[in-house]
């Protein structure tokens, strides 16, 4: 069965360092959300591609955080410096190009910021 | 594993009852909805959806009900087994976005 890869599923780093998390989504799925969850609540959309056009990027805190889908395949999420508040886990997901359609997740990263 | 979350809402049941779960969602404007399960370490696993003209939907030992008047949704497992432990999101999608908006969630303990 067709999973969302990850990696990696665990990083810990220290705050001010840059940190990099990969998503490589479902083959053929032209849509591609990062999530972050913070632990005890739902996640929480960070940036949404369709191919590799950002649609939607409201949420994401623009002064640190950077993604790109520069091929419209897999997808890098950045965050430079990191702070201790970014602790938490970092969902990738995906989808067929259809509005009204299952998003299916990847195991995740989990981010220790010390 | 690690914990989802440690602060969550919790429903603890007996095995082979039935567990009901419970979403308010917050968009009048949400016409379609989706059920996840999220176990311990992995990402939200689809159980089910729903679009706002049905009321009712069931799947295998699921049953989801959407009572748009109170913007509330529910999550019926029958017969509950120890494998259904993990938490449970609803999340809500206005037509024409594909943005999904997630609820806080509900953890499911099975008691043996």
């Known amino acids: 069965e067709a999973e969302v890869a990850q990696s990696p599923r665990y990083k810990i780093t220290e705050k001010s360092q840059a940190v990099a998390f990969w998503c490589d989504p479902i083959?053929?799925?032209?849509?591609l959300y990062w999530y972050r969850q913070i632990l005890g609540q739902g996640p929480e959309l960070l940036v949404q591609?369709?191919?590799?056009?950002?649609?939607?990027d409201s949420q994401l805190p623009k002064d640190r955080f950077s993604a790109e889908r520069l091929k419209g395949v897999d997808s890098t999420l950045k965050i430079q410096p990191a702070e201790l508040g970014d602790s938490a886990m970092y969902l990738c997901?995906?989808?067929?190009?259809?509005?009204?359609?299952?998003?299916?997740f990847g195991a995740g990263t989990r981010l220790s910021v010390l | 594993g690690e914990s989802v979350g440690l602060h969550l809402p919790t429903l603890s049941v007996q095995e082979g009852d039935n567990s009901i779960i419970n979403c308010a969602y917050s968009?009048?404007?949400?016409?379609?909805f989706i059920w996840y399960k999220q176990e311990s370490g992995k990402g939200p696993q689809f159980i089910i959806d729903?679009?706002?003209?049905?009321d009712k939907r069931q799947g295998q030992r699921v049953t989801v009900l959407l009572n748009k008047t109170v913007k509330h949704l529910s999550l019926q497992i029958a017969a509950t087994q120890p494998g259904d432990s993990a938490v449970y999101f609803c999340?809500?999608?206005?037509?024409?976005?594909?943005?999904?908006?997630f609820g806080t969630g509900t953890r499911l303990k099975v008691l043996a």
């Open positions: 729903i679009r706002s003209n049905m």
């Open positions: 999340a809500e999608n206005t037509s024409g976005t594909y943005k999904y908006i």
């Open positions: 083959s053929g799925h032209a849509t």
């Open positions: 997901a995906s989808s067929t190009r259809l509005a009204k359609n299952i998003q299916y």
């Open positions: 968009n009048s404007a949400s016409d379609y």
């Open positions: 591609f369709q191919d590799e056009s950002v649609v939607d």
